[in-house]
Nanobody
Framework: QVQLVESGGDLVQPGGSLRLSCAAS????????MTWVRQAPGKGLEWVSN????????DYADSVKGRFTISRDNAANTLYLQMNSLKPEDTAVYYC?????RGQGTQVIVSS
């Protein structure tokens, strides 16, 4: 059974940084590409970033390119999202995904 548990969300001021984590279990983590998506209040899901199974290829939405970095530790079955230069429009619940499975999300609020 796939289980994904996100953590690391918080209230942060504009310009600040956060690192989100996603602990994965129930499948062979190192064999699968992983994704971060987010959902802002009152809006639909927005794709944020992908990483391939080995961590050698990453892709980003234009809205976060140059500010966010996706990474993974296959030995620890953990996915990360380093978020720098945060903006109020980054406020959302952030989810990690494997295919159609996703976790419960972690809340990020960017506000002064």
């Amino acid at each position: 059974q796939v289980q994904l548990v996100e953590s690391g969300g918080d209230l942060v001021q504009p310009g600040g940084s956060l690192r989100l984590s996603c602990a994965a279990s129930g499948f062979t983590f190192s064999s699968y590409a992983m994704t971060w998506v987010r959902q802002a209040p009152g809006k639909g899901l927005e794709w944020v970033s992908n990483i391939n199974s080995g961590g050698s290829r990453t892709d980003y939405a234009d809205s976060v390119k140059g500010r966010f970095t996706i990474s993974r530790d296959n030995a620890a079955n953990t996915l990360y999202l380093q978020m720098n230069s945060l903006k109020p429009e980054d406020t959302a619940v952030y989810y990690c995904k494997k295919g159609t499975s996703r976790g419960q999300g972690t809340q990020v609020i960017v506000s002064s």
